[in-house]
């Protein structure tokens, strides 16, 4: 099996039996799914978010639970820039109703250089990922492949999409994995 196979799977699965939301078909997207904000539900106790003062979160439809709860406990917030790669936006004391699009960040950020940042925690999405934190993204956009923060790797998945141990090489290796069920820490 290749990446592009496992993808494609999961992608076919989550949209045969109804399982993705916005944005549809879930093709071409780390995937939001049913159960989503569930599964965040189970990240956002977790200590590692709790005690996270400065998080880098992609722009992922699925991840905007845990972007609204992070402005809404008052932590800061670094996003990629919506149309410049390797570029970030720092969002802070933003109150998370102004953010009505995720693609406006900009508006309301300053642009920093993540080597600079103390960041606490990062929230990815995800196309596949296994019991041993083995992760695959949709093959393109953020995270980027030479991303490296010293800070876990967080991530929401469908059960579906959680593998004992993944068909592929993991792209990365994540710290936390949510499903709408368990926590998940490999």
């Given at each position: ?138 093959g393109y956009g953020f995270p980027q492949a030479w991303l490296a923060v010293e800070a876990p790797f967080a991530t929401l998945a469908h059960a579906l999409m959680v ?24």
């Amino acid at each position: 099996m290749t990446l592009g196979q496992l993808r494609e799977e999961i992608w076919n699965t989550l949209a045969r039996y109804d399982l993705a939301l916005h944005p549809t078909p879930p093709h071409g997207h780390h995937p939001n799914f049913l159960g989503a904000r569930k599964a965040a539900g189970l990240l956002l106790r977790t200590p590692e978010f709790q005690r996270a003062r400065l998080i880098l979160a992609g722009m992922d439809a699925v991840l905007k639970p845990l972007r609204e709860e992070a402005l809404k406990a008052g932590k800061a917030l670094i996003l990629p820039h919506p149309d410049r790669p390797g570029e970030f936006v720092l969002l802070k004391d933003l109150d998370a109703r102004r953010l009505k699009r995720v693609r406006e960040a900009y508006r309301y950020g300053v642009k920093v250089d993540l080597k600079d940042q103390p960041i606490d925690l990062v929230l990815i999405g995800a196309v596949a990922v296994d019991e041993e934190g083995g992760w695959v993204g949709k093959g393109y956009g953020f995270p980027q492949a030479w991303l490296a923060v010293e800070a876990p790797f967080a991530t929401l998945a469908h059960a579906l999409m959680v593998y004992p141990k993944l068909p592929v090489e993991p792209e990365r290796r994540v710290d936390l994995i949510a499903t709408p069920t368990r926590l998940i820490r490999p």
